[in-house]
């Protein structure tokens, strides 16, 4: 097969039948950097949970999955032209969109109510585009208008309506586990009869954030089952790391990793409701 792209946590390779191997590695990424060490069994735990999700959303968008990958960490694809926007939408503040909210009280242009914490329910999901920079460089959040001159207005309008679906189906099946869906980010590219396709991976600890409902409090950084806990990490004091300096992170120490390597079997588990066997 031939190696077509190699991303931060993902390698994509071509097959002699035209489709596409996704393989997620077990690299980790915060900040734009690719952490090390690895976390052990986390692409196959991504990838079994994508499958997982893409079944659950089938009747609210297609999904470009062609049959499962030879490991429990690849699936096959069908190839999709990608939209060339990021599209994200946040039932809850945190993040990117609780920063951006902070310095002028709305994200990607959509204004919210004053008040709002780290952590505050939104009254409604809203959808919070952002450009898909090249690796290594930051996403930045734009207006809805931004996308209707990207893509037109009537694939706008699809982008928004797909987005917010997955967002509401994915919140409350989630919320029958005992979790908090607070926002999730979904790539949407054109299949080869240009339907509008979910693509890449979808509702895992990498792209969305959980958190456990029970213990949601407003006004402070929410436990989660995704990689907030190694971003909290590199931000703390026992770190030593300074976002700012432009050194690259430091090495994550065990106990992070095997922490970290919870998280995720756990979110696995409580979500699709079955142990994880690798």
């Not at 690849?74 to 999709?80: D, G, I």
């Amino acid at each position: 097969m031939k190696r077509v792209h190699s991303g931060k946590v993902r390698d994509l390779y071509e097959t002699e039948d035209g489709l596409l191997l996704m393989v997620a590695s077990d690299r980790i990424s915060a900040f734009d950097h690719v952490l090390e060490p690895d976390i052990p069994d986390k692409g196959a735990i991504l990838t079994q949970l994508s499958l997982w999700w893409f079944d659950q959303l089938k009747d609210v968008v297609p999904n470009h999955v062609a049959a499962p990958g030879p490991e429990a960490r690849s699936v096959l694809c069908r190839p999709l032209t990608m939209v060339p926007v990021e599209c994200v939408a946040r039932g809850y503040l945190a993040g990117g969109g609780l920063n951006e909210y902070r310095a002028g009280g709305a994200v990607s242009g959509v204004r919210l109510p004053a008040g709002l914490e780290d952590g505050s329910r939104l009254p409604e999901p809203v959808f919070t585009p952002s450009t898909k920079a090249p690796q290594g460089e930051h996403d930045e959040p734009i207006p809805y208008e931004r996308v209707v001159a990207e893509v037109g207005a009537e694939t706008a309008e699809e982008l928004r309506r797909i987005t917010l679906a997955v967002y509401t189906r994915g919140a409350e099946i989630a919320a029958e586990r005992g979790i908090i869906l607070a926002d999730t980010k979904i790539e949407l590219g054109w299949d080869s009869d240009g339907v509008l396709t979910l693509g890449d991976e979808v509702l895992t600890p990498d792209s969305s954030r959980f958190w456990p409902a029970d213990e949601w409090k407003p006004g402070r950084s929410q436990p989660s089952f995704d990689k907030q806990y190694v971003r909290d990490w590199l931000l703390s004091p026992e770190s030593g790391w300074d976002k700012s300096s432009g050194n690259p992170p430091p090495r994550l120490p065990d106990d992070v990793v095997e922490r970290t390597r919870q998280r995720y079997l756990e979110a696995y588990e409580r979500l699709t409701g079955s142990p994880f066997s690798g």
